[in-house]
């Protein structure tokens, strides 16, 4: 049976980061967090349908800054959670917490809540480059969160960490990979910074990034430091120690089925009839008007052939293991002679391999030009 996730988004920010695309609002305030927990709840139920007695091996709370919302309001959440959908044993539930905002509720709190994985935003451990970032929290507030966090009896935590930041050097983004490992979090998310559209950083981009030669370097003594000190590669910015993959992000990337509740969160099911996506009100005003009418869908497109080959593809050549045909065929119903057509091309500029059991990856050229290998795939 094809896995099936639950993503719920929570959209408000104390700031908005200059970096950030991500659905997120400045909360002001008194953001109406009732309403919208009121709406999340006749969502859930909504999913819990549309599941049809299908269990879920995650959830994953996002923003947004969902530790903004205090451990009592998570714990209605995820009772609501718990009374409309059958939860796998061993279910993952993940909420994200930023360090400026997780006093809203201390992570024993969360953790009475229900949550058993907090990811923690930490992106940088310089004070100087997080105020660049406008984040609202410090080094030591990191230091606290993840303190607290193994406190509460978080045996599985995520770090996020950014590199390619404003003025960085290789030194400078390996000392924030040194702190963050001396915390031993079992997991962490460590990625190149980009410029998206619609972001701050994109309209003005700071002038001292670094170049392209610079952010290689990084990458490769990045690589090498965690490989060094336990943590295996497992996507292009997930690393973990053993037994502490991101079963959630997981999914994703095998192209599994996943539901959505909250402002603007996209789900993907596969039926009878083929695979179809479909999304919520991204304004969380609308939102809510819409949970309020009693008109939670959203919009239901079939995927044709040629997107679901290319979906499946984007995805899962961002894992350093690959793919097995197998896998492709489960996931997508289309057969070995369509991942042979789609592939040809990055085969045939040397991005893409084959081994004799049936297993795809990405080459060492591939994984440097990862962009290059997917949009090949393009329909």
Known sequence: MIPL????HLPWCVRKCPYCDFNSHVAGESPPKARYLDALLRDIEFEGRRAAGRPLTSVFLGGGTPSLFTPGEIARLLGAVRRHFPLAPDVEITLEANPGTVECGAPAGYRAAGVNRLSIGAQSFSDAMLKRLGRIHSAADIR????????????SFNVDIMYGLPGQDVESALQDLEVAAALEPPHLSWYQLTLEPNTRFFARPPADLPDE???A???????????????????????????????HNLNYWTYGDYLAAGAGAHGKLTGPAGIYRYRKPANPVVYM??????????EQPRLGAADVSFEFLMNALRLSE?????LYAERTGLGPGTLERAARPAVEKGLLGRDPAGRWRPTALGERFLDELTQSFLP
């Open 322 to 326: 690959g793919f097995d045909e197998s």
């Open 217 to 247: 370097t990084i990458e490769a003594a990045g690589r090498a430091f965690l490989a060094g000190r336990g943590f295996g590669q497992y996507e292009v910015s997930a690393w973990a120690a053993p037994g502490h993959r991101c079963r």
């Open 289 to 298: 008007q819409t949970l309020e009418a009693g008109e939670p869908a959203g």
């Open 144 to 155: 606290r969160a993840v303190a607290e966090a193994a406190a509460a009896g978080f045996d």
């Open 5 to 8: 996730s639950l993503y719920v």
């Open 213 to 215: 030669d610079t952010l």
